[in-house]
């Protein structure tokens, strides 16, 4: 058809994707719908043996198959009562700092994203955990939800994490590789949030009170050690286990979650925590999260290959390339529009459809894609914690004691000040490269 | 008369989904099982077998397809809910109504129509799996895709016709499936 242009498909297509997903219809209706529509405009009939095999792809793609066995793993974990210990252990080791208990709750979070490849278990529990006995030490609620909220949220960041499964093959970029590009954004991040907590409860000690000896309990310092080898050496054990093998490039990550998802199995029966109907539970979400996934990706899939074969990638390339101000200007106009899709629209539709688009540009601006990825994984980051789709707070909120007398603008007051550390993250990211390029430069 | 046939019909269909998510659930342990297995044989017994990875496949496929239906039921595909939430729940049926006509059956259509076709072309040539030098006949895990394809289909004229029926009458078909709750894959 004549009026079928490049132009006309690449926009047609976005705003056909971007009003229909704004309707509030599940996601990948209208990412799909956009794809069948346009492919049958363009090239009729011969669509359908396009859509099939491409949504064929997916639902054999063993990287995949990661997905589901991180979200069983961290649903097992969450069962299993370990992130209790591991606060009880530091509790008593640094609740007598100011702002400890919130430190200890990044740190908690630090060490649950890199046997998580998710948010939601990270979060609740937490939110279970931890605030309470902030709330009742009297910290500010801002503070400690924020904490929360900002250590749980690396959990999609810092390896392994579900994020990086689904970013690596829209990019073409190995998962392995991923996995060890994200430790020093993690971890950067990480202490950020921490040195953020030290002071911020340094200039005002009000906010987060130190816990006197007494209301710790007088352990011993042996005591104290042996609580924390107890509580955390199971859990490193796992964590090098799953890490450990994909970073020496012995298994392929999908190989290390179900290590990983076994572990986990084994770990809440070491803790006495094991019950065969928590196993068909986390089954069940785990079976509601991976179709999820799974709908998206077929349905962008679907999208990406006729916007490709309909022109649309060459149009994006040239009003890219010939972007006024240069590469540093695109960079932002990316970055900026990733944040703001990011505080929308759920990160895998954003993945799934951006990144295979955007991919082939970002070698000829002259950025490395693992850097460039890591850039987007970062900013997302972000809208993990900036309403209106802030994913941290609806998991805090959902968990949270009613008592405790958490409100909604509390949450936000909590995280915003994170939101503005990400950002200056992204910063050093842009300044010293190799926080990201270094480790896997070392595989 | 007509509503409580159809009451049965659509009741029927969503026990249908829920029996399938059922059966998925020990598809989950079985994914993890192969995959397992995999490792310790490879890894352990230097002895990796030839059946893991096709085995593991279809059983990630068969998840992914068959329950699509059933999360559409229980409301866990993702919807971006800014403007959603402040709709009416009249307006939030007449939106999922159109979304589904312009967007959803589309799509469902294609997949039935070549996962059908694509099965019946399995049969006639028997086809293989190829990513291994296992080579198993592709026609069964075809259809399993094709199935679920066709229960998510049905699923969907479920959801829809509750939604025609809310406009309509403006009573619920059959009690309120649980309120949308946001979850997603993180």
């Not at chain 1, 609740?95 to 208990?101: A, D, I, K, W």
């Not at chain 1, 030490?137 to 499964?165: E, F, H, N, Q, V």
């Not at chain 1, 130190?210 to 007088?218: I, K, L, P, R, W």
């Not at chain 1, 695109?330 to 990160?347: N, Q």
Request: with cysteine; proline share 5%; glycine share 8%.
């Amino acid at each position: 058809m004549d009026m079928m242009t490049p132009e006309f498909v690449t926009i047609g297509m976005f705003l056909v994707l971007f009003f229909g997903v704004l309707t509030g219809y599940p996601l990948a209706a209208p990412i799909g719908g956009a794809g069948v529509i346009f492919g049958f405009l363009l090239f009729g009939d011969s669509v359908f043996d396009m859509v099939y095999a491409r949504v064929y792809a997916q639902l054999t793609n063993t990287g995949f198959m990661a997905v589901p066995l991180f979200v069983f793993m961290g649903g097992m974990l969450e069962r299993s009562g370990i992130a209790k210990r591991m606060y009880e252990s530091l509790y008593v080791c640094f609740g007598n700092f100011r702002g400890g208990l919130a430190i200890v709750s990044i740190l908690i979070g630090t060490i649950m994203a890199a046997c998580i490849g998710v948010i939601a278990a990270s979060i609740s529990m937490l939110t279970l955990v931890a605030l309470p006995v902030m709330i009742q030490r009297g910290y500010d609620k801002g503070l400690a939800t924020g904490s929360i909220c900002a250590g749980g949220t690396l959990g999609i960041l810092i390896p392994p994490s579900i994020m990086l499964i689904v970013y690596g093959p829209a990019a073409w970029i190995s998962v392995g590789k991923l996995f060890m590009a994200a430790f020093g954004p993690g971890l950067m991040l990480s202490v950020l949030y921490m040195i953020y907590i030290a002071v911020r409860s340094f200039l005002q000690p009000s906010m987060a009170p130190s816990v006197s000896s007494a209301e710790q309990g007088n352990y011993t310092t042996f005591q104290k050690i042996s609580m924390v080898v107890t509580s955390l050496v199971p859990t490193l054990l796992l964590i090098l286990s799953v890490l450990g093998a994909i970073y020496s490039g012995i298994a392929a990550p999908t190989e290390a979650a179900a290590v990983g998802a076994v572990v986990s199995i084994m770990l809440t029966s070491l803790y006495g925590q094991f019950r065969f109907k928590d196993i068909m539970e986390v089954a069940q979400s785990t079976i509601k999260l991976t179709c999820m996934v799974l709908l998206i990706a077929a349905c962008s899939t679907a999208f990406v290959s006729v916007f490709l074969a309909g022109g649309g990638g060459q149009i994006v390339e040239s009003f890219i390339l010939d972007f006024p101000g240069g590469k540093w200007a695109v960079f932002a106009a990316i970055m900026a529009v990733t944040f703001i899709l990011g505080a929308f629209i759920d990160w895998v539709g954003i993945i799934f459809v951006l990144v295979p688009i955007l991919s082939p540009i970002i070698p000829r601006l002259g950025f490395d894609p693992l850097w460039f990825a890591m850039m987007i994984i970062v900013n997302l980051q972000m809208s993990f914690l900036t309403p209106p789709f802030a994913y941290a707070m609806f998991f805090l909120k959902g968990a949270a004691d009613p008592a405790l007398g958490i409100e909604t603008k509390d949450i936000i007051r909590g995280m915003l000040p994170f939101v503005g550390i990400v950002a200056v993250g992204l910063m050093l990211l842009i300044i010293f490269p190799q926080i990201v390029t270094w480790l896997p430069s070392t595989m | 008369m007509f509503p409580s046939a159809l009451r049965k019909i659509i009741i029927t269909i969503d026990r249908m989904s829920d029996v399938v998510a059922k059966f998925a659930k020990y598809l989950i342990l079985g994914l993890i099982f192969v995959l397992i297995y995999e490792v310790v044989a490879r890894y352990v017994f230097n002895k990796p077998t030839i059946w893991a990875l096709e085995t593991s496949q279809m059983i990630f496929g068969a998840i992914g397809a068959l329950c699509w239906g059933y999360t559409l039921k229980i409301g866990g595909h993702v919807r971006v809910d800014v403007f959603y939430t402040m709709f009416s729940e009249k307006w939030k049926a007449i939106v999922d109504v159109v979304m589904t006509l312009i967007f959803l059956f589309p799509i469902q259509y294609i997949l039935i129509h070549s996962g059908i076709k694509w099965t019946l072309f399995a049969l006639k040539v028997n086809e293989k799996m190829v990513d291994s030098s296992w080579l198993p006949p592709s026609w069964p895990f075809r259809s399993v895709l094709a199935i679920g394809f066709i229960l998510f289909f049905i699923q969907t004229v479920s959801e829809f016709t509750k939604n025609v029926y809310f406009i309509i009458k403006g009573d619920r078909l059959i009690e309120a499936s649980p309120e949308y709750v946001k979850e997603g894959l993180v």
